[in-house]
């Protein structure tokens, strides 16, 4: 298609009758994408838009350490304080909810596990299995509710 090309009226109605049976279901979805994933900037994340963000990739995290049984001396109980985990994880949970998609084609798991496999030496490179910010580690991540901490730091913390 060149500049000067455009979509002819007349074709609209045989392209939305290819869209494959269920699409407009998921129509509400497609905002801001095409699959209505919203990959989250945390330099640009928006106050009011945080808490939000933070609490699904906090409950994605947490079924994603019990899924995956990683120990806290992978992803920590304070992970959420780790700006290179946060980046991590949340490019994990944006791929995950790619794989996972109503549109995707259905080699969508599979890829994630291709991405799973070359990000979790990164996330081993991002937490060398020790804080110093003075808080201490519990056995496994997911073993409890998130902290009172927590609750505090999605209100006001989350471009850091």
């Known amino acids: 298609m060149s500049d000067g090309d455009s979509i002819d009226p007349a074709n609209w109605d045989e392209l939305i009758q290819s869209l494959p049976p269920g699409w407009e279901d998921a129509a509400s979805r497609r905002e801001p994408g095409m699959l209505g994933i919203t ?15 933070w609490t699904d990739l906090g409950e994605w995290v947490a079924w994603f350490i019990r899924r995956y049984r990683l120990p806290a001396r992978k992803i920590p109980t304070c992970w959420y304080r780790h700006g290179s985990l946060v980046e991590e994880l949340s490019a994990l949970h944006t791929a995950w909810l790619v794989s996972f998609d109503s549109l995707d084609a259905g080699y969508g798991p599979i890829g994630f596990h291709e991405r799973l496999a070359i990000a979790l030496p990164r996330l081993a490179s991002w937490y060398s299995g020790e804080c110093h910010d003075g808080h201490v580690e519990l056995p496994y991540a997911s073993e409890s509710a998130p902290p009172q901490e927590w609750a505090d730091w999605i209100a006001v913390s989350h471009a850091g």
Not at 39 to 53: F, G, H, I, S, Y
Request: charged share 40%; net charge negative; no cysteine.
């Open 39 to 53: 990959v989250v900037n945390w330099r640009t994340l928006e106050d009011e838009k945080a808490p939000e963000v």
